[in-house]
């Protein structure tokens, strides 16, 4: 027997690859634990609105004959249940599914390191990361050097174009600013920022941002990037209603700040033509949610199971930026987030633009500013 626990099911092979898979939801097992019943008439003793919808398990094993699978539950006073080999054949309501994977977390497939900052080197920079950015959603470059115009001159071209947003072509992220305009916000503090896109509260938002970082963070400051592509593929498989909701249902993105405002609505998930287009999530610029009363908490399920999932650290990516490095990610693929940090930490910020995104936005007669 093999099993493999997965964010929301336990995946059973009863004979080893490559034999059938039998998977179980996390919820229907507890629900399902046979020590939750009377000893005597053999009667179930739990009613499966006691336990909440998220119980995950704290430790997952196959006996030490191989012929059951242990759970011990993270819960209150713990709990452990004992789920027979053949009583979960005998109950598999789930034969064969073929499961999405969840996001990855391997930062290490992003990472890449330029030879050297000098021009000649720089000039590599397209061929570096473009491959990695297509097929990850982000790349890693370490040892860029400290000059960001050469950086953007290097990337830029190709279809790639700065975008000039309200904070300028250039976006001086610091601390020791305090004379900055856009120091209203959360990135000028050193508060922890959690998962989310950028500025979702315009028509087109840029495609791409890149982080270079000037100095470092005293201590704090990592970066955490989660693929929300991969994400929606997951929720898709595993929750067709949080799916539905959050591919339908419009949220008002409104960012107010002394001399910029706007505002967009669109749903968390953005489809074209059925497929993944983009996501568009901010905690901080969501104005509060005006739905039918009757879908209220369902919305707020469904977009918590969606966080829930690339909030958690095996399916995000943890950087830490040093001096000269940058990051590079798809703003309409990935999720981004901070630590909180102490110091005085220095990036610069920048968004490129790529020739759909910029055609669409002249084509409405949008505007970044």
């Excluded at 890149?210 to 929750?239: K, Q």
């Amino acid at each position: 027997m093999q099993i493999d626990a997965r964010p929301d099911f336990l995946r059973v092979r009863p004979h080893g690859e490559p034999g059938e898979s039998l998977d179980f939801h996390w919820f229907w097992l507890r629900h399902n634990c046979d020590c939750c019943r009377h000893p005597q008439t053999r009667e179930r003793t739990l009613c499966s609105s006691s336990v909440p919808l998220d119980r995950r398990p704290l430790r997952v094993a196959a006996s030490a004959a191989g012929d059951a699978v242990e759970i011990d539950w993270d819960e209150p006073g713990g709990h452990a249940s004992r789920y027979p080999l053949a009583w979960l054949e005998r109950h598999a309501y789930a034969r064969g599914h073929a499961p999405v994977p969840p996001p990855p977390g391997d930062a290490g497939v992003l990472e890449r390191r330029l030879a050297t900052p000098t021009p000649a080197g720089v000039a590599r920079l397209r061929e570096l990361c473009m491959a990695p950015l297509a097929e990850h959603g982000a790349v890693v470059v370490r040892g860029a050097g400290d000059d960001t115009e050469r950086l953007i001159d290097a990337l830029a071209g190709e279809g790639l174009e700065v975008f000039g947003s309200h904070f300028g072509r250039i976006e001086d992220l610091r601390t020791d600013n305090t004379t900055n305009r856009n120091n209203d916000q959360l990135g000028y503090t050193d508060a922890p920022v959690d998962l989310h896109t950028d500025q979702p509260f315009l028509a087109h938002p840029p495609r791409y941002q890149m982080l270079h970082c000037m100095r470092p963070a005293g201590d704090g400051g990592d970066n955490r990037l989660a693929d929300a592509r991969a994400a929606a593929a997951y929720l898709r498989a595993t929750d067709a209603e949080a799916y539905e909701l959050l591919t339908t249902v419009p949220v008002r993105f409104h960012r107010v700040q002394r001399a910029f405002e706007s505002v967009h609505e669109a749903p968390v998930l953005e489809l074209r033509g059925g497929t993944f287009l983009r996501v568009r999530s901010s905690y901080f610029t969501m104005d509060p949610h005006r739905l039918p009363f009757a879908r209220m908490e369902a919305y707020y399920r469904a977009y918590n199971r969606l966080t829930r999932l690339v909030s958690d650290p095996r399916y995000s990516f943890l950087v830490r930026l040093g001096a000269g490095d940058f990051v590079l990610y798809d703003n309409f693929r990935m999720l981004h987030a901070r630590t909180g940090f102490t110091g005085a930490r220095w990036m610069r910020g920048v968004y490129f633009d790529d020739p759909e995104t910029r055609a669409a936005r002249e084509a409405t007669g949008a505007h970044g500013a």
